[in-house]
DNA sequence: CGAAACCCGATGGTTTTAGTCGGGTTTCGA
DNA sequence: TCGAAACCCGACTAAAACCATCGGGTTTCG
């Protein structure tokens, strides 16, 4: 059970360009120093616009700034833009797909999980990750 | 962000091993049944006996059963068997990676993230399963 | 105008997934 | 004793997903 490495790198840029806010478009280039491919975070970064969690001033001194306060961006959104919504299973898709005795409890227990797992994941936004992170240093927002 | 059919094909087994327990070993042939490939589920099967999850009994009339209560087999149990642990960053794993500003607040929120999901799959067993299923027609156990 | 920077579709190598295959070994029961 | 039923197991494969890389296009600042 493993997140791929999109999940990763978007939260990556996007914790970066929570801390960057307000100081203008940050290049794909300073996101990018930390260690990820810079071509490779440039499609990433594609998805988070396409999603609405950043936008981008293009041309000369252009660059990527978060769209929204970081308080409102939760992981939920940033991972279903990177890696699509959760899908335990097809069964929860399709539902014809699921002729199984007893009202499928299987299919209750992919329910639940799917539930508690988005809970998690939108409790948890930027600006409480800021807020975690050392505190004496980042005093501004 | 897909569970695999490992993990899907895995908990059908074993829900199903836990309706038919105490009726001695379930062949193969009767477990797959229910729609999945039969050679796949062998080897499926082989890593829950491994993960000490189903015991076997070789030869004629043989078969597959659980090896414990079904309030004792917990979903974390069964999907470690199938999937592997969980792992959102393999910087959970190798620390030295981890060279993050701010005692990278991501890697904590990976750690949490990994808690309340192991929590719950904790909370979740063969056994509340029975339960939560029509209760008015499995009265034994 | 030209350099900086984002935009985007196509491609390629690697890994994982989802099975399949073929040949074992064990055990029951006639 | 023997054969059929059943599990055991390693090797193989086709398809998909993942993780990029490439090359060219567009926009905008100075």
Same mark, same amino acid.
């Given at each position: 059970?493993?997140?791929? $490495? *999109?999940?990763? +790198?978007?939260? +990556?840029?996007?914790?970066?360009?929570?801390?960057?806010?307000?100081? =203008?478009?940050? @290049?794909?280039?300073?996101?990018?120093?930390?260690?990820?491919?810079?071509? +490779?975070?440039?499609?990433? #970064?594609?998805? #988070?616009?396409?999603?609405?969690?950043?936008? $981008? &001033? *293009?041309?000369?001194?252009?660059? +990527?700034? /978060?769209?929204?306060?970081?308080?409102? /961006? @939760?992981?939920?959104?940033?991972? !279903?833009?990177?890696?699509?919504? /959760?899908?335990?299973?097809?069964?929860? &898709? !399709?539902?014809?797909?699921?002729?199984?005795?007893?009202?499928?409890? &299987? *299919?209750?227990?992919?329910?639940?999980? $799917?539930?508690?797992?988005?809970?998690? #994941?939108? =409790?948890?936004? #930027?600006?409480?990750?800021?807020? !975690?992170?050392?505190?004496?240093?980042?005093?501004? &927002?």
């Amino acid at each position: 059970m493993k997140l791929s $490495t *999109r999940g990763k +790198y978007g939260l +990556y840029a996007m914790f970066y360009l929570a801390q960057h806010q307000g100081e =203008g478009p940050q @290049s794909l280039q300073s996101i990018a120093a930390t260690g990820v491919p810079r071509q +490779y975070l440039e499609q990433l #970064l594609g998805n #988070l616009r396409r999603a609405g969690l950043v936008t $981008t &001033v *293009r041309g000369a001194q252009g660059g +990527y700034q /978060i769209s929204k306060a970081p308080q409102e /961006i @939760s992981l939920l959104a940033i991972m !279903d833009a990177m890696e699509g919504p /959760i899908e335990l299973s097809e069964c929860m &898709v !399709d539902e014809s797909h699921c002729s199984r005795a007893c009202a499928c409890p &299987v *299919r209750n227990v992919w329910q639940q999980l $799917t539930n508690s797992f988005n809970r998690e #994941l939108a =409790g948890i936004t #930027l600006g409480s990750m800021l807020n !975690d992170c050392c505190e004496s240093e980042a005093l501004e &927002v």
